[in-house]
């Protein structure tokens, strides 16, 4: 019925003619970012850069230079707030959700409510309060703190995702672990999480992506301490240069590097991770 | 659908409940799933960062507070104030135009881009692939390469002038309406994989038999889109245009990066400001009612399309 045709050639030429006018930003961030600042003056956006220099690179890179310091910092805060996030996530959210899941009593589907009426809830007005009290406690600017705030941030999304993959898992494995005699903690540790792989991995990608991701939590609870995340620091850094685009596209892409590494080794987790976690 | 669970859950506890009463076998071998105490970290957590701080964040609102010290309450004083304010309402206006302009283009597209790559085309895989790519990347990063395009000795201009049309080279961003349209462009282009791929999803629900039926019958790809495939992808209709709404009324980070909420304040949106006022004027109180205000918008919106959405089910 629907042939490889003539126009189906011709869908597929347009198509592929749209998705690279959709990439030429990701052009010109790699060709600008392998110029020297005379050559953006001086050349075309659009050109190859004659020759192509990793100054800007070495420049942000290099241990001794200036510039790096942020920037590798900027990096471990990102790296250890987003594996704090999901550390937390997973080791909070999916036990909740498996009493979630798996209870039958009438208070646990109400508190289930609470974090579905949660995931709705717009963040910004809570923010503020909750920068009154992170000042209080004096988890302004630590990572850890930033941490926390995170895992109670996303944690209705965390149980949510976990409690759709808890339902669709039989009871059997869990009876015949309890007939052998192992105890509640026994069969969650060794049976049901470990069978909950594909779920660890929705939260991880979907919350990991968001906290790597995100720019005003971080620029109103870390901004100007040393644990500012890499969208802070990008944000700072390019507020002190002007229009220093191979830089900027150095430093941009240097932060986008991690993630796009890993959604090309896992593009379909991820794609599926967006959708299976919304269809929900 | 996860409504629809957790009501069956529901309906199942209530079941359940003559046999749970007597404590037999049955019983303990039901509890032995899971300690209810295993909940409770990720409730407390969840009630105390999300529930007691929105509550808190709403009781601002009607305060002077200037984050420290002393606070008087003033009722309504903060709204009357936001709406006798022009820049106030410029942002409403601005916060308004870019939500629902986000929410029409990058549907459109997407919804485009989701039925050319649904099935036919040899290189699909790699297309989805790279369509989705700019929503994994961090929006403000995204920002900034957009900012050179827009930039006055940036690529826009040069391709103008390349193409002879030096005529309508501009500063972009230096225009309230040209640099609003810029601020929707980055947003559209950067969620477009998104709404892609959930429409996607959507469509593989689609069941072929019934579009080859409808082509047997001489109706064409138009007629076959808006008579066949319209109707099974309603519920992806739904979900990418409320997540799209929700995403663009809450717009900050593109703001930030390009234009700072300039020219002269003709760009802020509702967060922008929430984030000016509060931190950077330390009127918590006024920052707390444009916050309320931009939640009441967003849940208003969100219910009223729930609703529309379901009603043409």
Redesign the interface.
Known sequence: ??R?TKL?LL??V???L??IA??V??Y??IV?SLKTGEQV?TT???SWPQPPTTENFQFLLSPDSTGSEQVFQGLLASALITAGAIVGLIA??A??A???A?????W??R??????I?I??????????????ARRLGLLGSPWGMAF?Y???L??LS??LYS?FF?RLP?EY??SA?IDGAS?TR??VSIVFPLMGPATGTVAILAG?IV??D??TP??FLNGSDWAT??VV??NY?GSLI?Q?NL??AI?LI??VP??VL??FA?KK??QG??GG??? | MSVVTTQTTAAAAQLDRPPRRRRGKATSYRLSFGHWWWALPAVVLVIVTIYVTTAFGAFYAFTDWSGIGKWNWVGLENFQKIFKNPEMLGSLKNTLILAFGFLVLSNVIGLGFALALNRGLKSRYVLRTLVFMPVVIAPIAVSYIWKFVFAYDGPLNQTLALLGLEQYQQDWLAEPTLALAAILIVMVWQSIGFAMVIYLAGLATVPQEIEEAAALDGAGPIRRFFSVVWYQIQPSIAIATTLSLIQGLRVFDQVMALTAGGPAGATQTLATQVYQQTFQFGNFGFGAALALMLSLLILVFTVAQQRLTRDRD
Do not use: C, D
């Open positions: 019925m629907f490889y189906t869908r597929e347009i198509t592929i749209a998705a959709l990439l930003p990701f010109l961030l600008t003056l075309s956006s659009l909070l959210g036990p909740a498996y009493v979630f798996r209870s039958t009593s009438r646990s589907s508190t289930f409510y609470l974090f579905l949660a709705i809830l717009p963040t910004q007005l809570g923010v503020l309060p909750l920068y009154t009290g705030i895992v109670g941030l944690m209705p149980v949510f759709n339902r009871h869990e009876e309890a509640k069969i969650f992506l790597w991701n720019f005003f620029l109103i890499l969208p990008i944000y390019v229009s685009w900027i596209f941009v932060s986008m993630i796009l959604y090309f593009q991820f794609i967006y959708a919304l269809k929900g």
